[in-house]
């Protein structure tokens, strides 16, 4: 319906452009087609922000519908594996390694003889835990900092943009080998501490780009001579114009995260058996892909669905944060 | 159709004296060190008093966009005054200075980006509301919004719509709405409707013009197009080079122009009747606009200009009435900044080296 009125209104401020010889005629067009009003408008009564339409249009938005249980059904079975797996991930059986699959193990056994379906599941959470605080914590970190070095500029900026070349200049895996092998703790925190170390410098470069290109915008400007103070100038003016860029490239980086946990596993300075990740399933089951491929493709297949869902509602939210689109 | 001429009494809102602006140019990236400055504005002086509409006019990159800056306190004048009722509001900041940004407004150039594009037209004229919570009680400010919406021509149902939604002509409306707000004394219009298509031009003009008279606003209008100036503004100041070099009521300037550049200009204006067109005579100045960086001793015109001489490269032209015009008073005396001011209209023809319109194809 919006796009229907859209296309009205375009067409009728055609005409008016077109007809415009006559001064006369073509101002009493306009307040004709300002007085008229197309239908498909809505109450006039309620104020609408950014925010409040962006849902309104993600309500609509199949993809995001998709994506959203996606995204809860993983969240679910992080926190309560054991309503859709009865079994133990740790409760493995030698005798029935690399098996197919069979009655109550529908996705076989690994090489260890575990059950691929019981650790699935339960992979879900050290890989949605890594993944998801992982990417909130690098995009908050990188896009506070680098919205402000970009908003300020000068001195702060400079140092700010030293920092982040030193810190692109750690190659990942050598990083996580100094420095998580000191760690004794199997957690996935010191994990999405080191993640979150090396990540921010992508984001904080994005984000300050963006935000130098919305500041020089004459709405920025015309906020200032209004006398906005600069939190207003970032929130309302700069923010919502410059976070397009962020959203989608923290999405992708968030299957880059699981993966880069199951790397840092596989070289044994990430999380160590007993815990239970799609990262180390993953290395482990690799050697015998050709014995068993079930072992490989289900915590696979498992990841490709997780990033696929993180990408695709940042891509529906940055799309409903752009009026323009709607 | 023209706005109320201000009465010579009336009192002055801003008097701008001295102002100048140099941007200053550095070599070097660790220790920055200064080569030399660019020269936006370079000692600019006016009066603006309550009602009238001040015009100013000049080419691209003659300063008069950073005068307009200035004047809303987007930048800060290297040196110089702009007084608002007295007041000099180039030294103030914090809660001073937000009082005074509530008097002094600005409509911008280019209507696609002066309008946020997340934000609906509701809250972007409503935005002087959240900024200066003390002019509008949070309740009444919708009704404000609709009906500034309607005051410029727009319909109030479009409230909650947002920018993309409206053609140019509808969202420079929707810029005066949100300069209107706080209803302030003074709207500074930096090339209002340069962007925008002649027919709507002329919309929005008149709009302007009606606005000007309904909320007694004082205008400094800012444009290159000599004859949208001349439609509305009482007084024209003309600008080269970071400079006024001319300023005059507005027939003063275009029917009687005493300085060289200004009838320069006012000979390159496009004439509509090709009868009249055969007859006229066009000024071709030789050479180009020297660099803002590298003004030239005395006049800073002299290097264009075809009355140059020993003079104007040694004294500083005044900004006053040409003490040979003085005495015969008429439209002529009026301030122009050159050693050999002399009227001239353009449409005769125009003394020194005059090239025939044809000589230029």
């Known amino acids: 319906m919006p796009d229907q009125s859209f296309q009205s209104e375009g067409a009728i401020a055609g005409t008016g452009m077109g007809g415009a010889m006559d001064l006369a005629t073509s101002e009493a067009e306009t307040l004709e087609k300002t007085a008229g009003g197309p239908a498909g408008t809505g109450p006039a009564g309620r104020p609408r922000s950014l925010w409040s339409d962006a849902w309104r249009d993600l309500r609509r938005n199949p993809v995001f519908i998709v994506s959203g249980l996606i995204i809860l059904f993983l969240v679910f079975i992080s926190l309560w594996p054991s309503a859709i797996a009865s079994g133990s991930p740790l409760k493995c059986d030698l005798a029935k390694a690399q098996q197919g699959s069979g009655p109550g193990h529908p996705f076989g056994y690994d090489g260890q003889g575990c059950d691929v379906y019981t650790r699935t599941v339960y992979g879900a959470r050290t890989s949605v835990a890594v993944g998801v605080c992982a990417t909130l914590g690098v995009a908050i970190l990188g896009s506070v900092l680098g919205a402000l070095a970009g908003f300020f500029g000068g001195l702060g900026d400079s140092i700010l943009s030293r920092i982040t070349d030193v810190f692109f200049a750690i190659p990942v895996i050598l990083g996580g080998l100094v420095l998580l092998s000191v760690v004794t703790s199997n957690s996935v925190w010191p994990v999405i501490g080191f993640i979150v170390l090396l990540g921010w410098p992508q984001i904080s470069r994005i984000a300050r780009g963006a935000v130098i290109t919305a500041k020089q915008n004459d709405y920025v400007q015309a906020a200032r001579a209004l006398g906005a103070s600069n939190s207003r100038l970032l929130l309302r003016h700069i923010a919502p114009n410059a976070i397009a860029p962020v959203i989608v490239v923290a999405t992708i980086a968030l299957g880059t995260y699981i993966a880069l946990e199951a790397t840092l596993s596989y070289l044994g300075v990430g999380l160590k058996p007993p815990s239970v990740s799609w990262g180390i399933d993953i290395s482990a089951a690799s050697p015998y892909i050709r014995n068993a491929p079930h072992a490989l493709l289900w915590p696979s297949g498992a990841l490709a669905i997780t990033v696929l869902a993180f990408i695709m509602l940042g891509d529906a939210v940055r799309d409903a944060l752009d009026p323009r689109l709607r | ?361």
């Open chain 2, 1 to 361: 159709m023209a706005s109320a001429p201000a009465t010579a009494s009336a009192e002055p809102i801003l008097e701008v004296s001295g102002l100048y602006k140099h941007y200053p140019l550095t070599q070097g990236i660790l220790f920055k060190k200064q080569v030399g400055s660019v020269k936006a504005v370079d000692g600019v002086d006016f009066t603006l008093r309550r009602g009238e509409t001040l015009g100013i006019v000049g080419e691209s990159g003659c300063g008069k966009s950073t005068v307009a800056k200035m004047l809303v306190n987007l930048e800060r004048p290297t040196a110089g005054s702009i007084k608002y009722k007295g007041e000099d509001i180039t030294k103030l900041s914090g809660r001073a200075l937000k009082a005074v940004r509530r008097n002094i407004q600005m409509v911008f150039q280019d209507p696609y980006t002066s309008l946020n594009p997340r934000m609906t037209v509701g809250d972007i004229i409503g935005e002087p509301y959240d900024i200066h919570p003390e002019v509008a009680p949070k309740g009444d400010r919708r009704r404000r919004v609709r009906e500034l919406l309607d005051v410029v021509g727009l319909n109030p149902e479009y409230i909650n719509r947002y920018p993309h939604q409206f053609s140019g002509g509808q969202r420079q409306r929707i810029g005066i709405a949100r300069g209107l707000a706080l209803r302030p004394e003074v709207i500074v219009a930096d090339e209002p409707v340069s962007a925008l298509d002649v027919s709507v031009q002329a919309q929005v003009i008149n709009l302007m013009d009606r606005l000007q008279n309904e909320f007694d606003l004082s205008y400094v209008f800012i444009a290159h197009d000599l004859s949208i100036v001349r439609h509305i503004s009482d007084r024209v100041g003309v600008m080269y080079l970071g400079r006024i070099v001319e300023i005059g009521k507005d027939a003063e300037i275009y029917d009687h122009p005493t300085h060289p550049y200004t009838q320069a200009l006012l000979s390159a204006v496009p004439v509509p009747d090709p009868e009249a067109r055969e007859h006229r005579e066009r000024i071709i100045l030789a050479g180009d606009v020297p660099s803002p960086t590298n003004i030239p001793s005395g006049c800073r015109f002299r290097t264009r200009c075809w009355k140059a001489q020993e003079r104007c490269a040694q004294e500083v032209p005044a900004l006053v009435v040409p003490p040979h015009l003085r005495g015969r008073g008429g439209p002529e005396a009026h301030d122009s900044a050159c050693h050999f001011a002399e009227a001239g209209s353009v449409m005769r023809s125009a003394p020194g080296q005059v090239v025939p319109t044809e000589a230029e194809s």
